[in-house]
């Protein structure tokens, strides 16, 4: 049997703490050599530990005086899909789709491995300890629930944006880069534009306001689509350097849902609702799509009646409307200064002029067509097609 160690701590003397029912629980305590139980509950209070476990008959009851520390170490069986099995490939119910031919318990650390043909559907609602899903693996809850810890698995490239977000919350971002054991929880976030004010930290964080994009340093509550950017400075040594994990804010439940967008005339960013693709359809219930294409920087809308698929924990930016001539047509993030912007290389759809007093003059691309024979400096307000305002000068000699 294949096991994962979940949770390996040093824990001083917390009087009333109980530190729950594991798996499988290894306790050393004042520094003796470790005992092992199953389904432990351990309760320190007074100076003591009691360590309730279940055998094969009923309850017992361990219990150790005097104590000054203790490790706490747990144990997972980890069991891996495969959709391996000819007649239903798909089935999360079929024990052969899983390598140790077994079904997951609810104590189980379960892998659902990238780079697979078939990927698991429910057909009643589950619960497990721990539920890894790799960056492109899937689950089709299909009208049901899941119960776990879920951990997501990405490979990422620093100075580079990821639409990311989840349809549950987020409580740690973990990385392979900084210990060569496996994850640790020391990712932090930045607070500030790093390159101009040094602000320290391993990532870059924003939400979308509908009007900008904005760093934060609170974990991804549950369907709010954030962009990350992660930092040269954050790779590692070893193999997975590379390697990041959002991991879950403790145990949650996570059911089938579609996007329920209530105000109109606002841009937000969200995650994709469920843990499969998710297809919808450009302009379907009012609803536009915005989706980011990493080669031009930026969140394009595509065409009106064209199908669009977000991949799990994809995010992307949505507007309910009645008039889709007022969209815009994309909405561009700046890479290195982690600064939003809106391209102002699309076309310009207007032009007002405007005296050094502020008074405004016209509205036409020439100022000569305006018939203004006085020579002088005036400033030119430019509105492109993508909803952005720059502004010039112009001189008449």
Do not use: C
């Not at 104590?67 to 999360?92: D, E, H, K, R, Y």
């Not at 995650?271 to 359809?281: E, G, H």
């Not at 990493?294 to 009645?322: L, Y």
């Amino acid at each position: 049997m294949k096991n994962k160690i979940l949770l390996s701590a040093i824990a001083l003397l917390l009087f009333g703490a109980t530190l729950s029912a594991q798996p499988i629980t290894t306790i050393s305590v004042n520094g003796e050599s470790g005992f092992s139980f199953e389904n432990a509950v351990v309760t320190i209070l007074n100076g003591s530990i009691s360590v309730t476990y279940s055998d094969e008959t009923s309850p017992q009851t361990f219990t150790f005086g005097n104590v000054t520390s203790l490790t706490f170490q747990t144990i997972q069986p980890v069991i891996t899909w495969t959709g391996a099995n000819t007649t239903a490939p798909t089935a999360w119910g079929e024990a052969g789709n899983w390598d140790e031919n077994r079904l997951p318990a609810p104590g189980d650390y379960v892998i659902i491995p990238a780079g697979l043909d078939n990927y698991p559907t429910l057909s009643d609602d589950k619960t497990v300890y721990t539920l890894l899903i790799e960056e492109g693996a899937s689950v089709n809850l299909n009208g049901h629930s899941i119960t776990a810890q879920i951990v997501t698995d990405w490979r990422v490239a620093a100075d580079t944006w990821y639409p990311i977000g989840f349809p549950y919350s987020i409580g740690a971002l973990y990385g392979y880069g900084y210990a060569a054991d496996g994850y640790s929880p020391d990712m932090i976030p930045y607070s500030d534009t790093p390159y101009d004010t040094g602000y320290y930290g391993d990532y870059i964080a924003k939400t979308y306001d509908g009007n900008a994009f904005n760093f934060t340093q609170t974990p991804a509550p549950a369907g709010t689509g954030y962009i990350y950017q992660f930092q040269p400075s954050y790779y590692g040594s070893n193999e997975d350097a590379d390697k990041i994990a959002f991991r879950s804010d403790a145990s949650v439940t996570v059911s089938e849902s579609n996007l329920e967008i209530t105000n109109s005339n606002v841009y937000y960013l969200l995650a994709n609702p469920t843990l499969k693709d998710y297809v919808v359809t450009q302009g379907e219930s009012e609803n536009y799509y915005y989706q980011y294409n990493s080669g031009q920087n930026k969140f394009e809308r595509p065409a009106a009646e064209t199908s669009i698929t977000f991949a799990p924990f994809e995010a992307f930016i949505v507007v309910k409307t009645s008039n889709a001539a007022s969209l815009r047509s994309f909405l561009s993030v700046e890479t290195v200064t982690a600064l939003p912007s809106v391209s102002a290389d699309d076309a310009v759809v207007s032009m007002e002029y405007y005296n050094l007093q502020g008074i405004r003059i016209g509205n036409t691309k020439s100022l000569q067509s305006l018939g203004i024979g006085e020579t002088g400096v005036y400033i030119v307000k430019q509105i492109h097609e993508s909803g952005k305002t720059s502004v010039g000068k112009s001189i008449i000699r």
